[in-house]
């Protein structure tokens, strides 16, 4: 899997701004004199070339002013100002960016773990029906049927279904093997075992359309 590079902000582009924010707070005045680019590298622990972008950014900027001989000089607290805003947007921009890939990332692990446990419930499924093929469906017994205190063996109920009837819930009474002579009552709950097919075939007959 491709792997999705990280979003951040430059090193330099943090130093300059940093630098910035420091004019903004008045900790550096107008015709102050900052650090040299070897000092400023030892500072932040960046190498001289990182320093020397940092220091470009804020001369591009006209919030320094680089002379040689004299250093790095404060001239515009307002161009300070302007750059820590816009900087603080496309930080937050950044930000978001990341925040947006995490969470495409997460929904990703999150799909691929939602398939894997799909996966292995259908696995699962197929292992126990073909290991016990006698799961049974169960049917309400209504009014609506036209077999209503009829028997088992009198409605032909294999011959129709191809299902075999192993018990019928009644009250709070299990019978199990109730035989080819149980009679349906309404509220009965028959509990039947047969093929896939089986359980549409019990519907239609039991509540034929």
């Not at 609506?144 to 009837?165: C, D, G, M, Q, R």
Request: charged residues 25%; hydrophobic residues 40%.
């Amino acid at each position: 899997m491709e792997e999705r590079a990280k979003v951040s902000v430059p090193v330099y582009q943090q130093i300059a701004a940093d630098i910035a924010a420091k004019i903004v707070d008045k900790r550096y005045r107008i015709g102050e004199k900052v650090y040299a680019r070897s000092v400023l590298a030892s500072h932040y622990g960046v190498s001289s070339e990182t320093a020397r972008r940092a220091i470009s950014v804020l001369a591009d900027l006209d919030i320094v002013e680089v002379t040689k001989g004299s250093g790095v000089v404060i001239r515009s607290y307002e161009n300070a100002v302007k750059f820590v805003q816009q900087f603080t947007g496309i930080q937050s921009i950044y930000q978001l960016k990341q925040k947006v890939f995490q969470a495409m990332e997460l929904q990703k692990k999150e799909a691929q773990f939602l398939r894997q446990c799909i996966e292995e419930i259908m696995d699962r499924t197929e292992r126990f029906q073909s290991v016990n093929p006698f799961i049974p469906f169960e049917v309400k017994i209504t009014g609506e049927t036209p077999y209503l205190n009829k028997s088992i063996s009198e409605i032909n109920f294999w011959h129709y279904t191809n299902a075999t009837v192993i018990g019928i819930k009644r009250n709070q009474t299990l019978l199990i093997s109730p035989g080819p002579y149980a009679v349906l009552r309404e509220n009965d709950t028959l509990y039947y075992c047969g093929d896939n097919d089986c359980q549409e075939r019990v519907g239609n007959f039991l509540y034929p359309a």
